[in-house]
């Protein structure tokens, strides 16, 4: 396992709706942050899928209409299986550039879809998936609920890796469930830009004297066709993601970013070494915690609406 490695957080855009130019994409980003030297990238939210800031689905409590269902049937077209072309294509890539991907795609399940982080390994390919636990307000419309079958910190050559999804960070006992399992590099794609974000970041990295890394979109309405029934705005330059992507250490120091209003890859080195300093006062499932007083139970069984 590696001491010491460059990490790399892409802010950018998806191309909307259309998941084949969206992996092309992702391919030259992972590319240039191969060659910068990064070992690992990280992709915002949904970056694969589209995230459809300000699109209601024409769907008001009680009540749903017939250009939402298309609107849902676009959505739904526009997302991917984690078996495949698409992914297949990042697959390669990054075992072309040897870089670790981690990156947030609309899956397709059935004929539900999840919000999804996908973790791949440049030799062994796609070695884990983490599906969101809980959409946050009309999310919850258009995707469905993960559980906790998909709660796991993956093991690779580079530490431990695990996910946690946009205001998922707000949920106490899903962190804790992270910290559990060892977690190193804490990745957080995300579509929060707000500047709260950033002192959740560091509280995080700081409670679980881990890495943090998180990645958002800068989304512009004009990334979007024209005909795109935004309910914020209709001039192409209004910015509807300013991004926000950062890096924070295991003592809650800022070690790069945030950036805000532009598309970039930033870029940060990792120590592993700084995980065990940082744990000489506070380890919160070790020495700094108290089991025989609070615990949390993490059911990891995948649940099923229908038993055979």
């Not at 998806?14 to 994409?25: G, L, M, V, Y």
């Not at 899928?49 to 939402?68: M, N, Q």
């Not at 947030?104 to 059935?110: A, N, R």
Request: charged share 25%; net charge negative.
């Amino acid at each position: 396992m590696k001491d010491k490695l460059k990490a790399a957080v892409v802010q950018d855009s998806s191309i909307p709706f259309d998941a084949e130019k969206t992996a092309r994409k992702a391919c030259r980003l992972i590319e240039e942050a191969a060659s910068n030297g990064a070992e690992l990238v990280v992709f915002p939210e949904a970056f694969l899928g589209t995230y459809p800031k300000g699109l209601t689905f024409d769907s008001p409590v009680g009540k749903r209409h017939p250009e939402g269902r298309r609107d849902y049937l676009k959505y739904y077209d526009g997302a991917v299986e984690i078996d495949g072309a698409e992914i297949d294509d990042i697959v390669s890539t990054a075992r072309e550039n040897n870089i670790f991907v981690v990156m947030g795609i609309i899956e397709k399940g059935g004929s539900t879809l999840y919000c999804t982080v996908v973790f791949i390994d440049p030799e062994s390919g796609v070695v884990g998936k983490r599906r969101k636990l809980m959409p946050t307000g009309s999310e919850r419309l258009v995707w469905g609920f993960g559980d906790g079958s998909t709660l796991d910190v993956v093991e690779s050559d580079l530490g431990a890796i695990g996910a946690v999804i946009c205001w998922e960070n707000y949920m106490p006992s899903l962190r804790a469930a992270m910290y559990g399992q060892g977690v190193e590099i804490y990745c957080a794609p995300t579509a929060d830009d707000r500047d709260t974000w950033v002192s959740t970041m560091q509280h995080i990295a700081m409670e679980g004297r881990c890495f943090v890394l998180s990645s958002c979109q800068f989304l512009k309405r004009g990334d979007f066709e024209e005909d795109y029934r935004c309910t914020l705005s209709d001039n192409p330059e209004e910015v509807l993601m300013r991004g926000g992507s950062m890096v924070v250490g295991p003592l809650g120091e800022i070690i790069s970013g945030p950036v805000y209003n532009e598309n970039t890859i930033i870029y940060a080195d990792i120590d592993r070494d700084t995980l065990v300093k940082s744990k000489l006062d506070f380890d919160p499932v070790g020495h700094y915690s108290r089991p025989d007083v609070l615990s949390v139970h993490v059911d990891k069984e995948e649940k099923k609406a229908v038993h055979y």
